[in-house]
């Protein structure tokens, strides 16, 4: 399984995460990055709003002081919403961490999608641990990612974090739509975006 099947270049918010993880390669040699789709569990993706999504993704990040046990060397997050006919909205989400103070990549997108599911969704969300099936991908930019590793870094910079970012059509039509079924303002609605490390 690849990210994307054609690589285009980064747009702005893509260049965007990307000075967030050169920023972070300055400061700790070794990162380790683990990716987790989040997504709503099938029998409630229709009944499950932008709103609710929106809330959900907010919560996960403003909750994560409270979660030590997963969060406690997180030096920030690159997240990308998107909308499709079998899943509903969804969740691509990078976490990269110290690579120096934590070890087990798997482990801890388990524990990602873990906590979605039983604290932020409460029963109601699933999960996909990327990091998991990381030896199926043909540009690899998960798990550890040292600083002398180019070729890592090249794959999380050019195709891991652009896909996250990619202007999606389908995406736009189903928030637009809800939006409109709901009679509330969609304009503040962020598709993409990514955590400031300075504020951690």
Known sequence: MEFMSNIEPPNTLALGANSLIHSLHQNYRQLMIVRVDLLMREEYQIMASIFDIHEYRTRLWNNRRSKP?????CLGWIWGLEWTKECGYHLHCLFAFNGREVQQDIWYGNQIGNYWINVITKGKGCYRNCNQYKDSYQHLGIGK????????????LQYVIPYLAKDDQLIRKAIHTDGLALGRNVQHIRTFGYSNNLSL
């Open 145 to 156: 990612v040292h600083i002398n590793d180019q070729e890592k870094l090249a794959n999380l």
């Open 69 to 73: 046990s997963i969060f406690e060397h």
